[in-house]
Structures are given as C-alpha cells and as structure tokens.
C-alpha cells in the first residue's frame, strides 16, 4: 500500500472502512508509534486534527500561526484562568511550535518509576536502547557556542558570576539559521521533529495519514474490532462538517496528555483513573531589563540553563527542586504577558529589544483533573500546590540576583501586581508573589500523567503495555501514562517511551 497523507477538509470524505491500526494523533508519540509499525509491516492509518502546514505557510505572524498551530488557537487555560495551557495542533504536533530542548528522563527518575511505580520497563538499563533512539530520531546535539545569543549569555554570565551550575542545552535542529521564531514554527525545517522524521518515515513505510480528521468517540472498546467515530473539519480547522466511522483491531491513543484523557472520558472507556493525576509543570517567566539592545529575539530562544536548584533523584518525587531556562516570545506573547495595558503597556513592549527573559520550571506533583462535560466541554482543573509556588518564588528570587549579577538595571517578575527588583538585596521581593488566580502568567508547556501505567487496576488507568484497563487493545503511548514528570521537556521522554511501548507491542501482533 501507498502511504499519503489526505487532509480531508479538501477531499470529499471516504467511506467508512476497516484497518488493522488506527493511531489518534500524529505528535512525538503518535508519529513515533506510525512510523515503526509501519516499517514492520503492519497497517496503519494515523489521524490528526491539525492540517499540514509547511514552509512558507509558516508565515512567522503571531495571530495566523497561533490560529493554526496552537490547540484552541493558543486560548486553552486551567479551570480558573491561572495557567495557560500549551500544545501543538498541526500534523507532527507540539514538536512542530517547541524550542527543541533535548532533555532525556533522568537515570534519577527511570529509577524511581522503576521501583516506587514497579515500572520495570523503564529500569535505565532496559530502557536505554529506546532512549538511544530517540536521540537518532531527533538528531540530538549541543547547541554550538556560535548559536548562543546575548540574552542566553547574559543568564549564563550572571550564573558563573555567582558560582551556579548550568549547561548548554541539546536541540533537535540542523543547519538552524537562528531565525528565532521556533514557538509559531520553524519556516525553513531546521527542526528533527516528527513532522520532519517519523511522519516521511511512516509514510514510507505506507502509512495513512489522515489531516484534519477528529476522532469523537471510540466504541466497542472490548471487542476484537474496535469503532471510532471521526469528523472532518474545514479547512481552518473550526467547524465539523461531516461524519464517519473506522474499524481498527488496535487504537493507539496518542493525543497528548490532555486529547487522550479527553477522548477515552467522552468515550466511556477506562476506568476510574482516567483524567485524574494531572500533571502541568507550570512555569512563570521573568524578564531582566538592560539599557544595552539584547534583541532575545534574534536566534535559539533557549540554548541556556541553570541547573543548580534541580535534583533529579528526590526519594518522593523523581524530579524536584526547579531550574532557570532562557527563553523569548515574540512581540504578541511577550505583550500578553506583561502586567501592563494602556500606556504603560506601551512603555513595556518598547523595551522589547533589551529584555532578557527566562522561564522558571518547577515540576510540580500530579494536582489537576481533566473532565469532559455532557455537552463535550472540556474542563482542565488545577489546583497550584503551595510547595510549588515556594519553589517558583525562590527561582524568581535567584534569577533576579542572576540578571543583576549580568548588568540588568532592573527585574520584572510580570504579575498582578508587577514585582520590580533592583538590587540583590531587593530580590527579597520575590517572596511576595501572592500566585491568587489568574494574578501570575503561568504556561504549561508539559502535560503528564491522566491515563497512569501501574501494574495493578486499582492503581492507574492503564497496564505495563500502555493498555488502557478495561479494553481490549486500546493503549495510551503518550505521556497520559507517566506518574510523575519525566523530565523538564517531555518530547525526548515521550518518543523514547513511545518507541519502547510499540515494541513491546511488537512482539504480540
Ligand atoms: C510551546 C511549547 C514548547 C515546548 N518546548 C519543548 C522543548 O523545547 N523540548 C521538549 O522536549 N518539549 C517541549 N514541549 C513539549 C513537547 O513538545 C510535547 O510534550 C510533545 O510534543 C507532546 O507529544 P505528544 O505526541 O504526546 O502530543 P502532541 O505533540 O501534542 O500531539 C498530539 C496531536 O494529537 C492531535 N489530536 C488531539 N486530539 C485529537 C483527536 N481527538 N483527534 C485527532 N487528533 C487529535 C493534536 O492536534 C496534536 O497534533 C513544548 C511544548 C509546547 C506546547
Ligand atoms: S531559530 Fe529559527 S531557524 Fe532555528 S529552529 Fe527556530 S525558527 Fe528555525
């Protein structure tokens, strides 16, 4: 057979048909999954609810690559506003609008899921081939001193100014050209992601792929032949207009930590653990203010760590503690926010060229809970932990001194109200942020946990395979199934364990 992909907001719709593997989702794990099923032999069709969007569509607009690029065009938030939730919604996924940070699990943390979480699959030992490939499938490096900008020299002088550790990250990008707008997409593919390997790949290997095609409902969950119910959508992805049904043997569900909760609750399926233990890992940006043009915005937003504050084998929760990543936004995100509308929103935004931002990235423990209403609306509820904003405040604090230590001539901590610190001993400041809702522009970029692989029913919505408790054959391969944050950027995590499960998966069909 002939792989393609189809984007059925532009064909007319195909009857209903049967395959033997239907994948939902065509991100890190879903397209991971395609690509090696189909090179084994196996049938697969792959849907996705994005469309692909390629080259010079990549138009570096903030508003029309939100619009297109982003799962509820950019807009999606936890129940009470706090955190804005990020995720991709284009054909290859959220690797397509990440910035292609290279941070495999922990040996700290394979370790404890290993032993706290019996999940023996994920002993370094067992699991370092799938691991290794990951690394091939992302074309994983160092990011090269001559692609380090100013505004990630900056975080990294402050850090060897006072003595903290910190690294060079790795990247999954190849003859990058430091355009810097990776957040709304890469416009010339410098980017490995799975849109640029595994999908061609799968492709290849005859896979079917299926582009702006939602699957609504899976039925018959424990029968040898499984239904889902898919709506096509028009071409810029708002509107259903048009139904039909595919019977697949097997359904990967593969939709991100939040689709794949939200499609087996609005499906019925799973038991009792399904959407709960929801992890976000949100991160609250801050930005050093320099009388020198930084001009973050020109090159690999985020190249550079400080990994000092960070401890990768707590006895209680894997990954712990927090780090301080460089990162900018263009001009749209960075004015949202800013605590500032009217003239003094104006006065921010014009010193956009001489700011050096970071995120603050504190893993936080499984406090949230999808839930899908009777009228298919979607509630992401989370409740922030007061250890986690300890933690946030205390990096605040740090980086503050950080940026001061670099030569910022103040600090902007961007919330309600906006904390400025101008001297190392007024970083003290930091510990007043209050976190009351919706007061601390939050972003979740990570989302874990909601579909928990555990050993026994009582304890998670899904088996050692993936398979979802209950079903016959219907497997979770994305980050639903881990129980605590696999590591500070999940699309290395994800893809190794995607390939893991779909070899195992492997040795049965
Ligand atoms: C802004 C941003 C920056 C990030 N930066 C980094 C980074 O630097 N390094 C890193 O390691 N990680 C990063 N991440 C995280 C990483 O990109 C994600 O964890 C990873 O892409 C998730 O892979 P996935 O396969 O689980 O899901 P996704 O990549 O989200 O893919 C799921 C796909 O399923 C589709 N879908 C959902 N529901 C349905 C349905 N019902 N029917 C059909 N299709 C559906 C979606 O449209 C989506 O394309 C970032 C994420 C974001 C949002
Ligand atoms: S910095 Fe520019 S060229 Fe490099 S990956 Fe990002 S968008 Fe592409």
């Known amino acids: 057979m002939t792989g393609a992909i189809v984007d059925l907001s532009r064909e007319s719709l195909p009857e209903s048909f049967a395959t033997e593997i239907l994948i939902i989702g065509s991100g890190s794990s879903g397209a991971t999954a395609a690509r090696l099923l189909g090179e084994a032999g196996h049938e697969v069709v792959v849907l996705e609810e994005g469309r692909d969007l390629i080259g010079a569509e990549r138009t570096q607009r903030d508003a029309a690559m939100y619009d297109q690029l982003y799962m509820d065009r950019g807009g999606r938030a936890s129940h009470d506003l706090s955190i804005s939730v990020l995720q991709g919604r284009v054909l290859g996924g959220g690797g397509v609008i990440n910035t292609c940070d290279v941070v495999p699990i922990p040996e700290g943390v394979l370790n404890h899921w290993a ?23 992302l074309s994983a490096s160092r990011i090269p ?70 699957a609504v409902k899976i039925s018959k969950a424990n029968q040898e032949v499984k239904e889902v119910e898919v709506r096509a959508l028009d071409p810029r992805g708002y509107h259903e207009h048009g139904k039909f049904t595919i019977r697949a043997k097997i359904v990967i569900v593969a939709a991100n930590a939040i689709g794949s909760a939200q499609l087996l609750l609005r499906s019925g399926v799973g038991n009792g653990h399904v959407g709960k233990n929801l992890i976000l890992q949100p991160q609250l940006p801050i930005i050093g203010l320099f009388d020198e043009r930084i001009a973050a915005f020109d090159g690999i937003p985020q190249a550079y760590a400080i990994t000092e504050f960070e401890e990768e084998d707590n006895p209680e929760f894997g990954l712990w503690g927090y780090r301080i990543e460089a990162i900018m936004g263009t001009p749209g995100i960075v004015s949202t926010m800013l605590p500032f509308t009217g003239a003094p929103g104006m006065h921010g935004m014009a010193q956009y060229d001489r700011m050096a931002a970071s995120l603050l990235l504190a893993p936080d423990r499984p406090s949230g809970q999808i839930e899908v209403a009777r009228d298919r609306r979607l509630t992401i509820r989370y409740e922030q932990r007061p250890d986690h904003q300890q933690r946030l405040r205390d990096a605040a604090e740090n980086a503050a001194k950080v940026y001061l230590e670099a030569g910022a001539r103040e600090v902007l901590v961007p919330t309600v109200p906006a904390v400025f610190i101008r001297s190392a001993k007024e970083a003290k400041k930091a510990q007043e942020i209050s976190f009351a809702p919706a007061t601390a522009p939050m972003i979740s970029a990570h989302q874990q946990g909601t579909v928990r692989f555990a050993a026994s029913e009582r304890d998670g919505g899904a088996d050692l395979d993936g398979r979802v408790y209950g079903t016959k054959d219907i497997y979770v391969f994305d980050s639903s199934g881990y129980p605590t944050t696999a590591s500070s950027h999940t699309m290395t995590p994800i893809i190794s364990s995607s390939r893991m499960l779909t070899a195992k998966l492997l040795t049965r069909i």
Do not use: W
């Open 115 to 137: 032993t706290k979480y019996q999940l023996e699959d994920f002993a370094p030992d067992k699991f370092e081939p799938f691991a290794r490939g990951a690394l091939e499938d």
């Open 145 to 214: 001193e001559d692609l380090i900008n100013v505004a990630n020299a900056k975080l990294r002088q402050g850090a060897e100014g006072l003595g903290l550790r910190g690294e060079v990250m790795m990247h999954n990008r190849v003859s990058c050209r430091g355009l810097g707008t990776c957040l709304i997409g890469c416009p010339i593919h410098a980017k490995r992601n799975p849109r640029m390997v595994a999908i061609p790949k799968a492709i290849a290997a005859g896979a079917r792929v299926l582009t702006r095609a939602r």
